[in-house]
């Protein structure tokens, strides 16, 4: 459905982006990561006609979106890096402008914006200015400027960039409720979002691709390597971190919240590792409250792209 071939952006004499190529299925959900001034949003400008790439093309279903951009322009609903919304406009008057701005018919703007409203839960602010909302549902203005018209593919640039968890969490969920129903791509540098939302992930570094992965060869890759294991106590000493790290197989443990400890591990070892470890926290009466074995992305995040600093 979109096919992104060879693009190259330079500013100047610096690329941001380099000879990148990917492809995203109908109905897919994306994750595109990579550290900052990676080339991440300039991606997306491109993708979304709102930048022309130095070199390469973009086509979506078989079109050259340069051909038609109007037409191609229909099909997306981009929410860029800053929100584009006016503050001095009423939300709801805000969402009626971008409605005619996509060419909605006018009988049907009124339901589109009745319908983006409630997907993205704005009732409660619809007839404020958009100045004196929160962060939060500043950013829900803009997502819902993304769904006016209905795109069949969703090009969302940090989504929840900006957000207090509970709103990450709010839009996290409106994601996944958008799933199924559009083609996302979604930049973002909180690994577990990934998790929490995409079929796939696109690694760049310094606008080159590092990788393009399922998940759960991710996954896979991650549970070949190292084992994260996360404990929570009741009450940390140093002799429970000892102890801890005397267990055969334990490369490292340490404190990472106030009662939480972080522990590495070997992949190879046994998969009894996590009894042994709850057995020892239990005998040093340390108080066990939640252990828990995570995949981190984070891990294999760092170690793909360090890997490819080494290879230049
Ligand atoms: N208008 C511009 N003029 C010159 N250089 C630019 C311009 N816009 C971006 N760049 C450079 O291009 C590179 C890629 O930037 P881009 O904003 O696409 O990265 P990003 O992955 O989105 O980063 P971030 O995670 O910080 O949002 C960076 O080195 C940036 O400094
Ligand atoms: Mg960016």
Same mark, same amino acid.
């Given at each position: ?18 000879? #990148?190529?990917?492809?995203?299925? @109908? ?44 037409? $191609?322009? %229909?099909? *997306?609903?981009? /929410? ?6 006016? !503050? ?17 018919? @006018? =009988?049907?703007?009124?339901? +589109? ?9 704005? +009732?409660?602010?619809?007839?404020? /200015? *958009?100045?004196?909302?929160? %962060? ?11 769904? $006016?018209?209905?795109?069949? *593919? ?12 509970? +709103?990450? #969490?709010?839009? &996290?969920? #409106?994601?996944?409720?958008? &799933?199924?129903?559009?083609?996302? $791509?979604?930049?973002?540098? *909180?690994? !577990? ?19 393009? =992965? ?13 084992? &994260? ?11 429970? $971190? ?14 990472? +919240? ?14 009894? /590792?996590?009894?042994?470890?709850? %057995? ?15 995949? !981190?992305? =984070?891990?294999?995040? /760092? @170690? ?6 080494? @290879?230049?």
């Amino acid at each position: 459905m979109i096919e992104v071939n060879k693009i190259t952006k330079k500013y100047g004499s610096r690329s941001a982006v380099e000879d #990148l190529s990917f492809s995203v299925q @109908k109905g897919e959900v994306v994750g595109f990561l990579g550290p900052n001034g990676a080339g991440k949003t300039t991606t997306m400008k491109i993708i979304t006609g709102y930048m022309v790439p130095t070199s390469g093309e973009v086509k979506i279903d078989g079109e050259d979106i340069l051909e038609d951009p109007l037409k $191609i322009k %229909k099909k *997306i609903g981009y /929410l860029p890096e800053v929100p584009p919304v006016y !503050s001095d406009m009423y939300v709801e008057d805000y969402l009626y402008y971008v409605a005619r701005l996509k060419s909605c018919p @006018k =009988e049907k703007v009124k339901s +589109q914006v009745d319908s983006v409203v409630e997907k993205v839960a704005l +009732q409660e602010v619809r007839r404020r /200015l *958009i100045h004196n909302i929160s %962060k939060g549902f500043k950013q829900r203005v803009g997502l819902a400027q993304a769904l $006016i018209a209905d795109p069949e *593919i969703l090009i969302l640039d940090e989504p929840t960039v900006g957000l207090d968890p509970n +709103q990450v #969490l709010e839009i &996290r969920n #409106l994601i996944s409720y958008l &799933r199924g129903q559009h083609t996302i $791509i979604l930049s973002t540098h *909180i690994l !577990s979002e990934v998790q929490a939302s995409c079929d796939r992930v696109i690694i760049i570094k310094e606008g080159r691709m590092v990788t393009q =992965e399922s998940l759960s060869s991710l996954r896979e890759k991650q549970s070949q390597s190292r084992r &994260r294991i996360s404990v929570r106590v009741r009450n940390v000493s140093d002799d429970l $971190i000892r102890a801890l790290r005397r267990i055969r197989g334990i490369e490292d443990v340490s404190v990472s +919240q106030h009662s939480v400890l972080s522990l590495s591990a070997d992949a190879d070892n046994g998969g009894n /590792l996590n009894e042994e470890v709850a %057995k020892k926290v239990i005998e040093k009466g340390a108080g066990l409250v939640e252990l828990n074995e995570s995949f !981190s992305l =984070e891990d294999v995040f /760092l @170690k793909l792209t360090s890997d490819n600093e080494q @290879k230049r």
